[in-house]
């Protein structure tokens, strides 16, 4: 082995991650477990939404873009309306809800989630669910713990920073009719 390749092969920087969206059969084949962090007030694009056939179509479009399968661990998080909290909870129930007040209560429920994901050692796929720069955080901490990151968002909600950084391992959510 040259020296060139000893250094792409150190400290996972030719992990999956850094180049293509890792496929769930790819990862299950191998028993990797996958977390899914889901920001569903962004992937909705509105904090208030309670129309259920939306949020289950935008959660159904979702799990395909991030290639869902069984047994993968899903948080979901929102604000505190109610109404919405409740629409959200029903379109997706076998998922880890959290609420947490404040403009960005549901990023910060988040990124506790990926801060214990990197300490655990559980996940060897991470898949964020949202556009938020916040989360450039939580995909640097994830990495460093050797995991694999994607990310899905809806294209004109995924911050410049986020997409540069995660180049290669974007998924965008379909553009709503």
């Known amino acids: 082995m040259n020296k060139s390749e000893r250094g792409r092969n150190q400290r996972g920087r030719n992990h999956p991650s850094r180049r293509q969206v890792v496929q769930a059969e790819q990862l299950a084949a191998v028993g990797w477990r996958t977390l899914h962090l889901v920001d569903a ?3 909705l694009g509105d904090p208030n939404c309670t129309d259920a056939a939306h949020i ?6 979702y799990r395909t ?7 993968d661990q899903v948080v979901v998080a929102t604000g505190c309306n109610s109404r919405h909290v409740l629409s959200v909870e029903l379109a997706w129930p076998g998922a880890c809800h ?4 404040g403009p960005d209560g549901a990023d910060m429920a988040l990124l506790e989630e990926s801060e ?4 655990v050692g559980r996940f060897r796929r991470v898949v964020i669910g949202s556009g938020d720069r916040i989360f450039l955080a939580a995909l640097d901490l994830l ?8 990310v899905v968002s809806r294209r004109r909600s995924l911050s410049s920073a986020l997409a540069l ?7 965008f959510l379909p553009e709503p009719a």
């Not at 959290?98 to 007040?101: E, S």
């Not at 990495?143 to 994607?150: L, S, T, Y």
């Not at 950084?165 to 998924?171: K, L």
């Open 56 to 61: 289950r179509s935008v959660f159904d479009a």
């Open 98 to 101: 959290r609420r947490r007040p």
């Open 65 to 71: 873009a991030a290639s869902y399968a069984a047994g």
């Open 41 to 43: 007030d962004n992937l």
């Open 116 to 119: 214990w994901a990197a300490s």
């Open 143 to 150: 990495r460093a713990a050797d995991i694999a990151v994607d």
């Open 165 to 171: 950084r995660a180049i290669g391992s974007v998924q």
